[in-house]
């Protein structure tokens, strides 16, 4: 493929036709995505998620140009919501990043949610893929601002940072979505404001009651003897005045040394890989009943579930009993 | 497979006035496009380079400041440098009848004057992109 070729020997508007083709699930994006597969798996993935309006995209695009200093190329994701009504969206994050334009080791890409919760879009994984292939070395993700259920970053992201701002309440509101369990770093953005301060303390007390050994609590799969602590830390930046970026490089720098030097690093690409392939092993399988039960049977059970002749657990089996038929 | 028409609205110049611009987005995003909204005082190279990394379709420019006869060239050219001659191009704002024919010349697909129903503009993006 021409395109290809083209984007990795650094075409960028070649990578911006191919990354089209991956968002929009085309063959060609599939194709493209099977045989750069190889090359994937270098990229250091940064996922920012947190309240709306906290300051993400501002501190995305302060962050890459500290970031870009250590760098010579750097790739940005920004996700916004689609409207579940029209299906267009609004992407505004960019406007957030205009200071970047001028530097052509910057590639950012705006991408709608297109109705999938967990703050990313179904394709921003193989977007990043992409990205990592290409050979960007550090991708940024700025997922959806939705205060709650923005744990999928943690599926494609190495370092988790989570964005709060003083004064929206949301504290409580990050602990209750369990958003804090998958927060590599912890950020209050606006410092410049004097609530700020309260907010910092209300989420060391909050953090605190969480764990004391970082959040990290061993997992039952996962080999005690790599559970190394990170103290998840808790930084101040005010983004639009330039200030505590030095502070987050260093954080985000020190996390990605623990990964490694822990074992982590490894564990994580073993997670993501799994669940890449569950991903996809559920599409499949899913086209597949769907292609093989025929519209007709299906509609049937629903019908039977309907009139509460049959619970849908049993509905389910039957329709799946003759293809397991050997 | 999903297709969505993706539409760059961005706001060149130095005027500090975007109602008209976030209006015209906000009617694209109701139509079912992805508006990528890049806000004020963007630079011919900041709209073209945007053009470029988001993918898009077309291109929707809005001009208060009466500078279009200068920002309207540089820009086609950056994006004719980056290899997007073929996207088209429209401008909405302030423009004096007798410019439109000069734009259009310059490369322009359309151009919008004050007060256009949204919905032209809807139907325009469709019939222009074939989509
Ligand atoms: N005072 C203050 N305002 C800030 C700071 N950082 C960002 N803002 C402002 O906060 C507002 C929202 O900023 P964004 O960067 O768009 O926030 P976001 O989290 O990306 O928003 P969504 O993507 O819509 O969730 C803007 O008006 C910014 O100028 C900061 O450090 N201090
Ligand atoms: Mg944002």
């Known amino acids: 493929m021409q395109l290809l070729e083209a984007a990795l020997a650094g075409d960028r508007r070649a990578l911006a036709r191919l990354l089209s083709w991956v968002e929009n699930g085309a063959p060609e994006g599939r194709e493209a995505l099977a045989t750069l597969f190889p090359r994937t798996g270098q990229a250091h993935v940064i996922g920012i998620t947190g309240s709306p309006g906290a300051g993400k995209s501002t501190l995305v695009g302060k962050l890459a140009r500290e970031l870009r200093q250590r760098v010579p190329r750097l790739a940005i994701v920004a996700v916004d919501p689609s409207s579940p009504f029209s299906g267009g969206a609004l992407l505004g994050d960019r406007l957030r990043m205009q200071d970047l334009a001028a530097d052509a080791g910057i590639f950012i890409r705006s991408m709608a949610s297109r109705g999938h919760p967990g703050g990313i879009a179904y394709a921003t994984r193989d977007v990043v893929l992409l990205l990592d292939a290409v050979g960007f070395p550090v991708i940024l993700v700025e997922t959806v601002g939705a205060g709650q259920a923005q744990v999928e970053v943690a599926r494609i992201a190495h370092t988790v940072v989570l964005v709060e701002a003083p004064g929206m309440g949301d504290e409580v509101q990050a602990l209750k979505a369990g958003l804090m369990e998958i927060a590599d770093i912890i950020v209050v953005n606006k410092a410049d404001r004097p609530e700020a301060r309260q907010t910092v303390r209300a989420l060391q007390s909050a953090y605190f009651g969480v764990t004391t050994t970082g959040h990290h609590g061993p997992r039952a799969d996962e080999p005690l003897e790599v559970v190394a602590g990170w103290e998840t830390p808790i930084l101040q930046t005010a983004a639009i005045e330039n200030q505590g970026l030095t502070e987050l490089v260093e954080a985000i720098t020190a996390h990605r040394q623990y990964l490694e030097s822990s074992g982590r690093w490894e564990l994580r690409r073993r997670l993501h890989a799994r669940a890449e392939v569950e991903t996809w092993l559920q599409r499949h399988l899913l086209l597949l009943v769907e292609q093989r039960v025929g519209e007709e049977r299906f509609a049937a059970a629903v019908e039977a579930v309907l009139r509460r002749e049959k619970d849908p657990a049993t509905a389910a089996q039957e329709l799946l009993a003759p293809l397991l038929k050997p | ?131």
């Open chain 2, 1 to 131: 497979m999903e297709r969505k028409i993706r539409v760059l609205i961005a706001k060149p110049g130095l005027d500090g006035h975007d109602r008209g611009a976030k209006v015209v987005a906000r009617a694209l995003r109701d139509a079912g496009m992805e508006v990528i909204y890049t806000g004020l005082r963007q630079t011919p190279v900041m709209v073209a380079e945007a053009a470029l990394q988001e993918d898009v379709d077309v291109v929707g420019l809005s001009i208060l400041s009466g500078a279009h006869m200068a920002l309207v060239p540089r820009i086609l050219d950056e994006l004719r440098q980056r290899g997007l001659g073929a996207v088209p191009v429209f401008v909405g704002g302030i423009i004096p009848a007798d410019d439109v024919p000069a734009l259009k010349e310059l490369g322009v697909t359309e151009v919008f004057g004050p007060g256009t129903n949204t919905q032209t503009i809807v139907s325009f993006i469709h019939q222009t992109i074939g989509a």
